[in-house]
């Protein structure tokens, strides 16, 4: 086996649908297979992956994670997946034809951790290329990552105390790079991250923003790099900053919140909103006493 594609979902079967539906419509794959992990759903995800199995032209297997807890999810994943390379992809993404090939294709040399560009569309049907815009620094993005199954095993997987939303493949990402893994950027190895505006509430957000910032916290104290403090923001200038904002975020909530305002100044309102909730959180985080 070439390929293992692991997908960690929850409550999304309709989107992890139409996942495994564009994952069989392949041209000039290597051989792969796919492992969903299924972490806590309580809707049809198990009835969805049973239905996949019975049309889709590759094995696919169903595992199960009780506790919410995306590393745990992956690493499940890891430890049955049996393909050469871990493609890791989210379940709200819909792949092109040539995503696996592309991924294999990239993979020159045994040391190398491939990300491919993230489009993120409103819906199904809007399939456009990748620009300069879609270009990514990002060094590990579960959303769309392949890397040897060896390499990850080498670090020991992802580290599951990183039990809320954020970070936990970045810092994967950093000890792979430590054990020295390079980085590739492929721009064939593409897919579409269907975002329909009406699946993000500003209240979800703003959980997940809050549960960001006090992963941030907690890779600061795993490794308090100066690499590690500048991607999560936790440096003197951007806590400084977040402290000078703070006054207006109830402003930034009220216009973001009220539908009356242009569209274009409420996604504005929403992003200053959204990174003063961070940044507060996180300086909170940063000076609470370590779980």
């Known amino acids: 086996m070439r390929i293992s594609v692991v997908i960690a979902t929850k409550d999304r079967a309709e989107y992890l649908g139409r996942a495994l539906e564009s994952l069989g419509k392949q041209i000039g794959a290597p051989s792969f297979e796919v492992v969903v992990v299924d972490n806590g759903s309580s809707d049809a995800t198990a009835q969805v992956v049973e239905r996949a199995r019975s049309v889709l032209p590759f ?18 994943g890891i430890a049955r997946a049996s393909g050469y390379l871990l493609l890791f992809v989210d379940d709200d993404v819909y792949a092109p034809p040539g995503l696996l090939a592309a991924h294999e294709a990239a993979h020159r040399r045994n040391d190398l951790v ?6 993120n569309v409103s819906s199904y049907e809007e399939r456009r290329r990748p620009t300069l815009a879609n270009y990514s620094r990002a060094f590990f993005c579960t959303c769309n990552v392949s890397v040897p199954h060896a390499a990850v095993d080498a670090v020991g997987g992802f580290d599951e105390r990183f039990d809320l939303y954020g970070w936990e493949d970045t810092e994967l990402g950093v000890r792979l790079r430590e054990n020295g ?10 897919l579409w991250h269907v975002k329909p505006p009406a699946s993000t509430t500003l209240e979800g957000e703003i959980q997940k923003t809050i549960e960001k910032a006090r992963m941030a ?21 951007n806590l400084l900053r977040g402290r000078a904002i703070e006054p207006l975020l109830p402003f930034y909530a009220g216009i973001a919140a009220d539908d009356r ?31």
């Open 217 to 237: 916290a907690r890779f600061v104290r795993k490794n308090p790099s100066p690499r590690v403090r500048s991607a999560t923001g936790a440096h003197a200038a």
């Open 114 to 119: 491939v990300v491919g560009p993230i489009l």
């Open 59 to 76: 094995d696919i297997t169903y595992l199960f994670e009780k506790e919410p807890n995306r590393g745990a999810a992956r690493n499940r």
């Open 261 to 291: 305002f242009p569209a274009a100044l409420r996604a504005l309102a929403r992003a200053q909103l959204l990174d003063g909730v961070y940044t507060q959180e996180l300086a909170q985080a940063l000076h609470r006493s370590p779980k």
């Open 181 to 190: 893994m390079r980085g590739h950027f492929a721009w064939d190895a593409y």
